[in-house]
């Protein structure tokens, strides 16, 4: 049984929430209708996951969010508009400590979210597992031993030059989903921007937010971020996010920038972008070193593609999913027997440049 409160300034929404929750077999054992009271309902019932939404009076859904992880770390889904604002505070609100965010109709009353009741319970029930209490970002557990194969090396690693004719400059893909945002800006935002790194990062959102995710990234991280657009080239030390709604793949990967295609080939385990998409095209068409990173998620997207990343000579890493807020992708992704490093976040960014220094 999954116990959750309910939050919204809309007495309407928080009605139409609770029977769309309680229909499917979850139990509200509260309701708010502003942040303040969020925080004093959570704490009372404490509930297995709260559906919080973003904009309102006095203490608004950000600020709740923290306070909440502050004081009894809740598995949280933002509910949020499909707008250039709801984007925004969406990943505020990712970073505040959410997991993941949920889109609300547009308009104050939405009789049409009960389109998406179906989706929503769904998206409630998995975040409703999140481990939120890992720390993102943080150094490896205490106890949690550092092996040879997971970059144990904690030293300031040597990174190749890139500007010589014998070196090709390396590739990156970050595959994340649900819970994989702040994890996604930890990793980029410790990586320098003189290494050489090409990266693609793929992290299933919807095309109204891959946008304003890749800004975000642009702002905190040494590499030059932006959204995979059409006919793209992306170059040594610059990333994209795959554009949501499109597959990103590599069309051409033989010259010292890598040519990009944007597709709208049916969903991948009914996500597009997925992972498993550009992790193919870049094994069959980029050369140089390769690597691939598999970070918190719903599903088993990026399984098959590190199995083609693997078969190409590169090297693989999955986010400990002991730490990862959801385990399903990591899981996934180990499973295959093909993954070199398990790590915490915290670690990856130095395999990753221990890798490149030594595939060079």
Not at 255 to 264: F, V
């Amino acid at each position: 049984m999954v116990d959750a409160v309910v939050v919204d300034d809309s007495q309407f929404m928080r009605i139409q929430i609770r029977g769309m929750l309680e229909e499917r077999g979850l139990t509200v054992v509260g309701e708010a209708g502003n942040g303040k009271r969020a925080v004093e309902t959570v704490l009372d019932c404490e509930p297995d996951v709260v559906t919080m939404d973003v904009k309102m009076p006095g203490m608004g859904g950000i600020e709740a969010v923290e306070r909440i992880m502050a004081e009894r770390p809740t598995p949280i889904l933002m509910l949020s508009r499909y707008t250039e604002a709801g984007a925004e505070t969406s990943l505020a609100a990712l970073s505040a400590g959410a997991v993941e965010f949920f889109h609300k109709p547009d308009g104050e009353v939405s009789p049409s979210l009960v389109q998406y009741a179906d989706d929503l319970v769904e998206t409630v029930r998995v975040v409703a597992d999140a481990d939120v209490t890992a720390r993102v970002g943080t150094t490896a557990r205490d106890g949690a031993a550092s092996t040879p194969e997971s970059a144990a090396e904690s030293s300031p690693t040597a990174v190749p030059e890139v500007g010589t004719p014998s070196a090709v400059p390396p590739t990156l893909v970050i595959a994340a989903s649900t819970g994989g945002p702040p994890t996604v800006e930890s990793i980029l935002s410790a990586l320098p921007g003189t290494a050489g790194l090409r990266v693609l990062v793929v992290q299933h959102m919807p095309g109204q937010f891959t946008g304003r995710f890749a800004e975000r990234l642009d702002e905190h991280c040494d590499l030059a971020v932006r959204e995979s657009a059409p006919n793209d080239r992306l170059g040594p030390d610059e990333a994209v996010v795959a554009k949501g709604e499109y597959h990103t793949e590599v069309a051409d990967g033989s010259g010292e920038t890598l040519a990009l295609s944007l597709t709208e080939e049916p969903p991948v385990h009914s996500v597009r972008p997925a992972a498993d998409v550009t992790l193919g095209s870049v094994a069959d068409a980029v050369s140089g070193p390769l690597l691939a990173v598999v970070l918190s998620g719903m599903g088993r997207d990026g399984a098959a593609g590190l199995e083609r990343i693997a078969e190409a000579g590169g090297t693989t890493i999955a986010q400990d999913p002991e730490e990862a807020r959801i385990t399903s992708m990591p899981e996934r992704a180990i499973e295959t027997g093909v993954v070199d490093h398990v790590l915490p976040a915290a670690d990856i960014p130095e395999c990753i440049l221990t890798s490149v220094r030594e595939m060079a």
